[in-house]
């Protein structure tokens, strides 16, 4: 079984500790270093399971935790943009791992619309 909800869980537990205004700014580059790959990996994920709107989400999530490249706001900024991805983490969580009947619906049975091998 693929747990897709752990780096969510990961990027929801750091995103919360970041909101903390006493952290060092030691933390906040770690949090890009996580956050960064840890999106990037779930629009890889949305990609695969061919949801485009997800895909820009999280690479743009991914983009705004770019360490290399870095976007340079203000702390009240950046406290805004965390309490925003913590909310994308949570909600593509559920919208990644989206279920049908209780069991996931792969493309090929998707494409079928129940006509089977009567064509």
């Not at 903390?20 to 956050?35: A, D, F, T």
């Not at 705004?64 to 870095?70: G, V």
């Not at 309490?83 to 279920?99: E, K, P, Q």
Request: hydrophobic letters at 50%.
């Amino acid at each position: 079984m693929r747990r897709l909800w752990i780096p969510q869980a990961i990027v929801c537990l750091m995103l919360l500790w970041a909101l903390v205004p006493s952290n060092p700014y030691g933390y906040y580059l770690l949090l890009r270093w996580v956050c960064c790959p840890a999106f990037a990996y779930l629009a890889v994920q949305a990609f695969r399971r061919e949801k485009q709107g997800w895909v820009w989400v999280l690479g743009v999530t991914a983009a705004a935790y770019n360490p290399i490249i870095r976007v340079h706001l203000t702390r009240e900024i950046w406290s805004l943009v965390n309490v925003a991805s913590i909310g994308i983490a949570i909600w593509s969580a559920f919208a990644l791992n989206g279920r049908a009947g209780g069991r996931h619906v792969t493309k090929d049975e998707s494409d079928d619309n129940g006509k089977g091998d009567r064509e």
